[in-house]
């Protein structure tokens, strides 16, 4: 099992878009938080098929988060 960090944004349009870091090019888009991060999800899914059929190594996740509150 392979943990990918996936990150959410509202973007100017008001959609979202969703990326993974550790896998360059592997995004998703949506009209609201949760389609957009089922769509990422599906992308990181149809990714990982393409790798597998190429025979390619899975990268793996070296991606962390934190989240700073400053008051």
């Known amino acids: 099992m392979v943990e990918y960090l996936i990150i959410i944004k509202k973007a100017q349009d008001g959609g979202y878009g ?3 870091p550790d896998l360059p090019g592997c995004i998703g888009m949506g009209g609201d938080y949760d389609s957009a991060l089922e769509n990422t999800i599906e992308a990181i ?3 990982m098929e393409g790798l597998q ?3 390619m190594e899975i ?3 070296n991606a962390k988060s934190e989240t ?3 008051t």
Do not use: R, T, W
């Open 18 to 20: 969703g990326y993974v």
């Open 45 to 47: 899914k149809f990714h």
């Open 53 to 55: 059929e190429e025979g």
């Open 59 to 61: 990268p793996a996740s």
């Open 68 to 70: 700073l509150i400053l």
